[in-house]
């Protein structure tokens, strides 16, 4: 478990580093404060990818998307 949470650590966070200065905010949540970026959307999809991946029986709580599978671990 922890060479997988270092692989996606990893890849996701090289991935924000290659959009730093390069986008700015996708859009705004209820709070005008809480912005979401380019590079939190595509470290999420990375992420979650990941996990999706090897545990494909795993629920997902996730902040920049909906819940997957809740009824699940």
Do not use: C, R
């Amino acid at each position: 478990m922890e060479e997988f949470i270092k692989k996606i650590t990893l890849e996701s966070g090289a991935a924000v580093l290659e959009q730093f200065g390069k986008i700015g905010v996708k859009y705004t949540k209820e709070n005008l404060g809480d912005v979401v970026t380019e590079a939190d959307l595509i470290a999420n999809k990375i992420i979650v990818d990941a996990i999706k991946e090897k545990y494909p029986d795993h629920g997902i709580i996730s902040e920049e998307m909906p819940a997957y599978q809740t009824n699940a671990e």
